[in-house]
């Protein structure tokens, strides 16, 4: 399957939801290869499907979640949208901003986060996850509302 899978339940009441947290261990550009085994092998419908992914043209600190669109260059969006024909599935996108001056794309989201934002990301990331059993309790609208600023 070459991916890490958590199989976890979400509530109220305890138990009610239950997610499968899928972390690709694959390279970027043949997520989608990982995503269509684990959609197979559980027996999901993209449209279940909540992808996480950073965003170069959303701010750092700034998060939104939308259902289906385009891969708008993302080579992991691509991959996934290639292997499962479709781009119909939720997305929480996390602001990483523009490279600054003339730095390439591709080395500055490949680059480690500096030292200095460690805490940054950290809250990121709590927000992301929040983001999701969000989607999961209340819906999209709801969601979007809360967090699409």
Avoid: C, W
Wanted: aromatic share 6%; hydrophobic share 40%; glycine share 10%.
């Amino acid at each position: 399957m070459r991916a890490e899978v958590a199989d976890a339940r979400l509530g109220p009441p305890p138990g009610t939801a239950r997610l499968i947290l899928v972390k690709s261990r694959t390279y970027m550009n043949d997520t989608g290869t990982a995503v269509a085994a684990v959609l197979s092998f559980y027996k999901l419908s993209p449209e279940r499907m909540i992808v996480v992914h950073d965003e170069l043209d959303i701010e750092p600190g700034q998060l939104r979640v939308k259902f289906g669109g385009g891969d708008n260059g993302h080579n992991g969006l691509k991959s996934i949208r290639r292997s499962i024909s479709t781009g119909d599935f939720y997305r929480v996108r996390i602001g990483v901003g523009r490279p600054p001056g003339r730095q390439d794309p591709a080395g500055f989201l490949l680059s480690n986060f500096p030292a200095s934002a460690k805490a940054d990301v950290a809250i990121e990331v709590s927000r992301a996850a929040d983001a999701i059993e969000s989607l999961v309790s209340v819906g999209l609208d709801r969601t979007q509302s809360a967090y699409n600023s």
